[in-house]
């Protein structure tokens, strides 16, 4: 059986990549040194989904026409989920790891990562309690999961007695091109006093550092996802006052089942190996979920479908044991160079 990793290589979240990599490598080795998937090895061939949508979908097509492999893990933007879904037209499971905007409902995709409904309501009600929050802004990339959060932020901030004051939506790789001063702008112009960041990779690393920079902690705080240690060693301790990130994996979390999971990782790729994060987390998880599903569906049962994401017990490193479901979504600060936890739910 072999297992299709398609991962950014490049682009908006190809920081992200070797992380991805190595924790689904990781996953393949702990299922193999225990017999497999039904019996058989699995093996792991690595799809780059930074390339042009059109060409990553042909790609995966033929991959899977030529049964080069047998389904697909994927971590990669939302916005190249349906195009893939249709190129693979349910010949073979789909499994979708990252945090999302939920709704997918396309046949055999199989979202497992946390979506905005669970991890805004929590997080915007702390923060707006704890920072004083009453004007929300909203900075992300220009795609479906910012776009879809947005109303979403509206109706959480007018619960909590707040509002939006103000959305901007950049290109790919805007940083590239700019400096965020025209965003910078616009924040300090609506009296924003929260920023709800939902920026990937180098674009997040640039305007947090812009942010910083521009003294704007003393107006604003920021609410980030998809904000994990790679972007946090990118933007650098003296950028980060009043940076809050909201999911359901840090790698500082001591749990049995992630204090499992870095054991291993480290003792099979080393002190050099890429820094365990959200993201390269979730691929080790739809490993795992992956191996549960084959192992479920034969015997009648299989994942149940809750607020547009499956459940279904695998080994993951969210949870408190690892066989549990991830439930818990964590809010975390920064202190230093690390994140430091200050509420779950």
């Given amino acids: 059986m072999n297992i299709g990793l398609l991962i950014q290589l490049q682009g908006p979240a190809g920081i992200w990549g070797p992380s991805c990599e190595t ?25 780059d989904a ?14 899977v026409a030529e049964r080069r492999i047998d389904a697909v893990v994927a971590m990669h933007p939302s916005d190249l989920r349906a195009r893939i879904a249709a ?3 349910g010949r073979v499971p789909y499994i979708y790891t ?13 979202t497992i990562g946390e979506t905005s409904r669970e991890l805004l309501p929590p997080a915007m009600s702390w923060v707006a309690e704890h920072e004083q929050v009453q004007r929300w802004f909203i900075l992300g990339n220009d795609y479906v999961w910012p776009r879809r959060s947005a109303a979403l932020v509206k109706a959480l901030a007018a619960r909590t007695g707040a509002r939006l004051v103000g959305e901007r939506y950049v290109p790919w790789l805007y ?3 700019s400096d965020f001063s025209e965003e910078l702008a616009a924040i300090r112009a609506s009296g924003a006093d929260g920023v709800l ?67 291993r990782y480290l003792a099979l790729f080393g002190t050099r190996s890429p820094v365990p994060n959200m993201l390269g987390q979730s691929c080790y998880e739809g490993v795992h979920f992956l191996k549960s599903l084959v192992d479920a569906v034969p015997r009648g049962y299989g994942p149940f479908k809750r607020r547009d994401r499956f459940h279904l017990a695998h080994l993951s490193a969210r949870s408190e044991d ?24």
């Fill in 197 to 263: 960041v939902m920026l990937l990779g180098e674009d997040a690393i640039m305007f947090h550092r812009a942010f910083g920079e521009a003294g704007m902690a003393g107006r604003a705080a920021r609410l980030c996802l998809a904000f994990d240690e790679n972007l946090l060693y990118a933007v650098g301790e003296e950028n980060t006052e009043r940076l809050y990130s909201v999911s359901a994996y840090f790698a500082n979390l001591d749990t049995r089942a992630n204090n499992r999971f870095l054991d």
């Fill in 87 to 89: 190129s693979i037209a």
């Fill in 175 to 177: 940083s590239e091109r």
């Fill in 98 to 110: 990252p945090q999302y905007e939920g709704g997918e409902r396309h046949p055999g995709v199989y």
């Fill in 322 to 345: 690892s066989l549990e479901m991830p439930s818990h979504v964590h809010i975390a600060t920064v202190q230093g160079i690390d994140f430091k936890h200050v509420a779950s739910f």
């Fill in 50 to 63: 930074g390339l042009p949508p059109d060409q990553v979908a042909a790609r995966v097509s033929r991959a």
């Fill in 23 to 47: 924790s689904a490598r990781l996953a393949v080795h702990e299922i193999n040194t225990a017999g497999g998937i039904s019996g058989h090895e699995i093996g792991l061939e690595v799809l």
